[in-house]
Nanobody, 124 residues
Framework: QVQLVESGGGSVQAGGSLRLSCAGS????????MGWFRQAPGKEREFVAA????????MHADSVKGRFTISRDNAKNTVYLQMSSLKPEDTAVYSC?????????????????WGLGAQVTVSS
């Protein structure tokens, strides 16, 4: 069974940091581009960050650029999202995703594998 499982979510005060991890199982994702998306209550899911299969090319949404960093460790079949200088508007469920292609994408519809998500709550 192919799975993506997120961990590292939680509650933090504004200005704090969290690191999300997403571990894959059931198949290797070392040849897959992977990404993070988030969905806040009452809002549509939005792109956060993506990384290609080599960890050589990364993309971040303008809203998180300079504060969040995506990375991956193919030996561990894991992708990470380091979040710093968190703001209350970053509060959302964060989900990792993977696609068959090696090229990264910011489009959720192009991702065939999804985790269940991890809650991140930032208080002011």
């Amino acid at each position: 069974q192919v799975q993506l499982v997120e961990s590292g979510g939680g509650s933090v005060q504004a200005g704090g940091s969290l690191r999300l991890s997403c571990a894959g199982s059931g198949r290797t994702f070392s040849s897959s581009a992977m990404g993070w998306f988030r969905q806040a209550p009452g809002k549509e899911r939005e792109f956060v960050a993506a990384v290609d299969w080599t960890d050589g090319i990364r993309m971040h949404a303008d809203s998180v650029k300079g504060r969040f960093t995506i990375s991956r460790d193919n030996a561990k079949n894991t992708v990470y999202l380091q979040m710093s200088s968190l703001k209350p508007e970053d509060t959302a469920v964060y989900s990792c995703a993977a696609r068959e292609s090696r090229k990264l994408s910011n489009r959720a519809v192009e991702c065939g594998y999804w985790g269940l998500g991890a809650q991140v709550t930032v208080s002011s």
